[in-house]
């Protein structure tokens, strides 16, 4: 189990990995990043995630590396961390320069690729189900830092999970959108079923596109699962049969906890697990 860093072209152990106190990823958040997770030793939905990289990027001006490099960089980190399964950071910086605000100071995107072992939630985690808390901090709004970008801007999300564990323990935060209608967790996308309907707010809320989301919206169409994106609100969340949230290194995971409430029998529930049963079979078969 171990972490390599693939920084400056090299690939290096994470203690010899350095990057400039200028670089603007460190100063401004000025960055982009992806974070993938394997699955049976095998990288799940890397175009996917580079297609979105990409378009973050692409976003905030930034010029992005050519895919082909940045595919070599993770294979060869990935291969140097020698983990069972791995959790790959990809980040791309807009470098570092003077003490300038303004994007066109500077044009010397750094790449960084970190891996770790994947650490997803434990058995345990999968079969009780997590809990969330509906948190007062808003996701941002699409006119300030789009939550389209997966940026490296992380701080909003940061003080949400924050009131979550500080409130009531929770393991994940859910953040509202202006118009108070739930929008996402922290680091994940929202699903809630009801009357046997999985519903997951549109991105029309101002959320992440998740990669982890849009599969998961793929296996219910494909599986006869009825489906809808809609608006919905905190209370039809603490009032769903079934919750569950979704992202790269977690997968499908349930949430039977809202607010310190149980959500439906306090268990995870039949559309949930069938979810998750048909994502790790994606899993299995591969996704390139
Ligand atoms: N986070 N929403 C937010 C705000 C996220 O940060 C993430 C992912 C997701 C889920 O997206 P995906 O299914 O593509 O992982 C939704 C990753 C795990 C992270 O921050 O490391």
Redesign the pocket.
């Known amino acids: 189990m171990s972490i390599r860093v693939h920084i400056g072209g090299q690939v290096c152990l994470p203690e010899e990995a350095k990057i400039s106190i200028f670089d603007r990823g460190f100063l401004y958040g000025d960055s982009v990043?992806?974070?993938?997770?394997t699955a049976y030793g095998r990288l799940f939905a890397l175009a996917?995630?580079l297609v979105?990289l990409e378009r973050s990027a692409e976003r905030i001006g930034l010029r992005v590396p050519p895919r082909a490099d940045i595919e070599r960089a993770v294979a060869q980190t990935v291969a140097a961390a020698g983990n069972r399964e791995s959790?790959v950071?990809i980040i791309l910086t807009r470098g570092a320069g003077k003490l300038d605000l303004d994007p066109a100071a500077v044009d010397d995107t750094q790449l960084v690729v970190i891996v770790f072992p994947l650490g997803a939630p434990s058995a345990e985690m999968y079969e009780k189900g997590v809990s969330v808390a509906v948190v007062s901090v808003h996701?941002n709004s699409p006119r300030a830092i789009d939550?389209a970008v997966?940026s490296g801007n992380?701080l909003n999300?940061v003080l949400a999970l924050g009131e979550a564990r500080r409130r009531s323990g929770a393991y994940e935060a859910i953040l509202c959108a202006a118009d108070g209608s739930v929008a996402?967790?922290?680091?994940?996308?929202i699903f809630i079923v009801v009357g046997g309907e999985v519903r997951t707010p549109g991105l029309d809320v101002g959320?992440?596109?998740?990669?982890?989301?849009?599969?998961v919206l793929e296996i219910c169409r494909d599986n006869g699962i009825k489906v809808r994106e809609t608006r919905f609100l905190p209370e039809d969340l603490r009032a769903a049969a079934e919750v569950f949230i979704?992202?790269?290194?977690?997968g499908a995971l349930p949430v039977t906890k809202v607010d310190d409430n149980p959500v439906g029998d306090g268990k995870p529930g039949p559309v949930t697990r069938q979810v998750m049963a048909l994502y790790d079979a994606m899993a299995r078969a591969g996704v390139p």
């Open positions: 990043y992806e974070t993938i997770g996917d995630h979105r959790r950071r996701r939550p997966k992380y999300n996402e967790g922290s680091t994940s996308n959320i992440l596109d998740g990669i982890t989301r849009s599969k979704t992202s790269a290194t977690r």
